[in-house]
């Protein structure tokens, strides 16, 4: 299975940017990579996914390296509702959608 | 509003029991997942579903069975076979997408324990 491989935690300020890191040196072709955030007690919830090109949604963006061994997600403007563990995962096609976790990134944010 | 609903939040299981937990989607989304979370590590898939009446193993299944008898439904049973079964379980649904571009959209879990 595909890997992928994250800090345990970073800590940011409240309205500072966040820049989390994640790299994936087994991705091959048709893998997408997705990121997701779970609070305590919470399902997951999806952020932004992408395939080659950089992506920007409402809640962040994600920037993927050219040889798309690695990615950031980047949080514009952090606030305290971003603290999270953040979820980097590859998304692989020919084994039913299913999404494989790691460990993450627990994100704090300090006002 | 459309969700994922996962019923109960809440659940305790005698040794020798079998349980089922709910999870009904109201997102008109052919997949379904399961997925069994432990303390401070990632999710593990159970079991998925890509339509009714079919479903396939995960990469823990073993201890669980599940069903697919409506679209809208797919609850999991945890069998007296699972010898290790508290853990927080989610339910997921996508749409099926060509590709594997499809988000996932997750429930708010429920949390099995042993009596």
């Known amino acids: 299975d595909a890997k992928t491989t994250q800090p345990n935690s970073m800590e940011s300020n409240e309205e500072e940017p966040v820049h989390l890191p994640c790299n994936h040196s087994t991705i091959s072709g048709t893998d997408y990579i997705h990121w997701y955030r779970q609070l305590p007690s919470q399902g997951p919830e999806y952020v932004i996914h992408g395939l080659t090109s950089n992506v920007n949604n409402r809640m962040a963006s994600l920037a993927i390296a050219e040889d798309r061994k690695s990615s950031t997600l980047i949080l514009h403007r952090a606030t305290l509702r971003d603290a999270a563990v953040y979820y980097c995962?590859?998304?692989?096609?020919?084994?039913?959608?299913?999404?494989?976790f790691g460990q993450g990134t627990e994100l704090s944010v300090k006002p | 509003d459309g969700g994922i609903t996962q019923s109960p939040k809440y659940l305790f299981r005698k040794e020798g029991q079998n349980v089922t937990l709910s999870c009904e989607q109201n997102l008109n989304h052919d997949a379904m997942y399961w997925y069994r979370q432990d303390p401070g590590q990632g999710l593990r898939l159970i079991y998925y579903?890509?339509?009714?009446?079919?479903?396939q193993k995960g990469d823990i299944a073993e201890g669980y069975s599940v069903s697919r008898e409506k679209k809208e439904s797919f609850p999991l049973t945890v069998t007296s076979a699972q010898k290790n079964p508290t853990a927080f379980y989610l339910c997921?649904?996508?749409?099926?997408?060509?590709?594997?571009?499809?988000?996932?959209?997750f429930g708010d879990g429920t949390r099995l324990s042993i009596l």
């Open positions: 995962i590859l998304r692989i096609g020919n084994q039913g959608g299913k999404l494989i």
């Open positions: 997921a649904s996508s749409i099926v997408g060509v590709g594997s571009n499809q988000p996932q959209h």
């Open positions: 579903s890509q339509i009714v009446n079919d479903f």
